[in-house]
């Protein structure tokens, strides 16, 4: 009798321990599609007389967030869609970061970016890691994101960072041209 008690008592014990177990947050999280049309990724590139601008379009993507917080994601960067956008660049810069000096859109017209861990720093900023692959050449890199809206309503976060270009092989006029190029990323998402 006295065993068919302690039985028992483990597995009443068993039963409310596991009740206060964690849940897993990939299990119950809500699924953001990427809006391509207002998500981009903005840079700025500076050489030893000037700077130039442009944005890289989001093709698509989504994020996945449970209780209000961003849990993981992946998105496909349209390399190929690049704009410059201040007149001194313009065409000629385009056309430039379009060939083999740079990102070779010919042969390699996407990027991709797969979130491997979300960290929260505070209420709205997190550490975000992940695996970054531009010219078939992947790397993982960390920022720190704002993540402005994540509820009923949409997704928004945006993130402000430098970017290493010569880790994917983009080595032109290394000492001319900066090695680093300043990114604003800007992601929309809806349900």
């Given at each position: 009798?006295?065993?068919?008690?302690?039985?028992?008592?483990?597995?009443?014990?068993?039963?409310?321990?596991?009740?206060?177990?964690?849940?897993?947050?990939?299990?119950?999280?809500?699924?953001?599609?990427?809006?391509?049309?207002?998500?981009?990724?903005?840079?700025?590139?500076?050489?030893?007389?000037?700077?130039?601008?442009?944005?890289?379009?989001?093709?698509?993507?989504?994020?996945?967030?449970?209780?209000?917080?961003?849990?993981?994601?992946?998105?496909?960067?349209?390399?190929?869609?690049?704009?410059?956008?201040?007149?001194?660049?313009?065409?000629?810069?385009?056309?430039?970061?379009?060939?083999?000096?740079?990102?070779?859109?010919?042969?390699?017209?996407?990027?991709?970016?797969?979130?491997?861990?979300?960290?929260?720093?505070?209420?709205?900023?997190?550490?975000?890691?992940?695996?970054?692959?531009?010219?078939?050449?992947?790397?993982?890199?960390t920022?720190?994101?704002?993540?402005?809206?994540?509820?009923?309503?949409?997704f928004?976060?945006?993130?402000?960072?430098p970017?290493?270009?010569?880790l994917?092989?983009?080595?032109?006029?290394?000492?001319?041209?900066?090695?680093?190029?300043?990114?604003?990323?800007?992601?929309?998402?809806?349900?």
């Amino acid at each position: 009798m006295k065993k068919i008690m302690f039985s028992l008592a483990v597995i009443a014990t068993s039963i409310s321990l596991m009740s206060f177990a964690p849940k897993n947050n990939k299990a119950d999280a809500v699924t953001f599609t990427v809006n391509a049309k207002n998500s981009k990724v903005d840079f700025t590139g500076s050489k030893k007389s000037d700077y130039h601008t442009g944005f890289f379009p989001i093709k698509s993507g989504s994020v996945q967030v449970d209780g209000g917080k961003l849990v993981g994601g992946s998105f496909v960067i349209d390399v190929a869609g690049l704009k410059v956008t201040d007149e001194r660049g313009g065409e000629k810069l385009q056309g430039h970061l379009s060939s083999g000096d740079f990102f070779d859109v010919a042969k390699f017209g996407e990027a991709t970016f797969k979130i491997t861990s979300v960290k929260y720093t505070s209420g709205d900023k997190a550490a975000i890691t992940g695996d970054l692959k531009i010219k078939d050449i992947s790397a993982p890199i960390t920022f720190t994101a704002s993540i402005r809206n994540a509820d009923d309503k949409g997704f928004f976060a945006e993130a402000f960072l430098p970017f290493d270009r010569t880790l994917f092989g983009i080595k032109y006029g290394v000492g001319m041209v900066d090695s680093e190029v300043q990114l604003a990323i800007h992601i929309y998402g809806t349900k």
